[in-house]
């Protein structure tokens, strides 16, 4: 059965950008039971390529490569021009409202130091929390999540770099169990034509629902 035809952002015959939704696999990993989504995707795209990750509980816009010549250009380019856009849940209302984090993080790859850039914005306050706005332009492993730690906002409900005692609080009132982070949008540069694209993706459901309540019942759009 193929994904479900809402699902797929944007194609053509480099390209396929999809909706990840939370609680799926990018690729495969242990621990996990459900299929990944590059596997359910291959099925029908052969010639599928990784070209990056979001983790398992995030939810929003995904690149894969249909073609060599897409993700060698990518890879080569090592992303550049690439803007990620973000929201999530955080404990705690940041101050000041908007800033720029800029503290090096590990690499991928080995334990080195790399230079990680967030830019935040709050863009809605709660009592006990916050709606925040990101823009990544890196994307190094669990950046967001350990930049906002780092300045003592961590995300709601996250297992690594969380708040244990506020997400206890989080989760009686509320009964989730999974943190609130949301790839919304991305723009990059078409590997092989050099067309500037924007791709968005919608809140998913338990993200909308979680906002509605925090606003007291009010519906999020």
């Known amino acids: 059965m193929p994904i479900a035809p809402d699902r797929i952002l944007y194609e053509d015959q480099h390209l396929l ?31 599928l390529r990784v070209v990056h990750r979001l983790d398992f509980g995030t939810s929003g816009v995904l690149v894969f490569a249909k073609t060599a010549a897409a993700v060698a250009a990518i890879r080569s380019s090592k992303f550049a021009g690439w803007k990620k856009e973000y929201v999530t849940l955080v404990h705690g209302v940041p101050s000041p409202s908007s800033g720029v984090i800029t503290k090096p993080l590990p690499a991928r790859t080995h334990e080195d130091l790399v230079p990680a850039r967030t830019e935040y914005r709050v863009t809605h306050a709660f ?6 706005s990101l823009t990544i332009d890196t ?10 730690a780092g300045i003592g906002h961590p995300l709601v409900l996250d297992p690594l770099y969380g708040d244990a005692r506020q997400d206890r609080k989080f989760k009686k009132r509320f009964s989730y169990r999974r943190l609130f982070l949301h790839a919304a949008s991305l723009t990059f540069p078409h590997p092989i034509t050099g067309e500037k694209l924007h791709v968005a993706a919608p809140l998913p459901p338990t993200f909308r629902e ?12």
């Not at 009592?127 to 925040?132: E, F, K, R």
């Not at 994307?139 to 906002?148: D, N």
């Not at 979680?210 to 759009?221: D, I, S, T, W």
């Open 210 to 221: 979680v906002m509605g309540k925090l606003r007291g019942g009010r519906a999020v759009p």
């Open 127 to 132: 009592p006990h929390c916050a709606l925040v």
């Open 139 to 148: 994307g190094r492993k669990h950046q967001i999540r350990r930049h906002l």
């Open 17 to 47: 950008v999809v909706h990840k939704r939370p609680g799926e696999l990018t690729v495969a990993a242990g621990g996990e039971g459900k299929m990944p989504l590059f596997d359910f995707l291959h099925k029908d795209h052969p010639g």
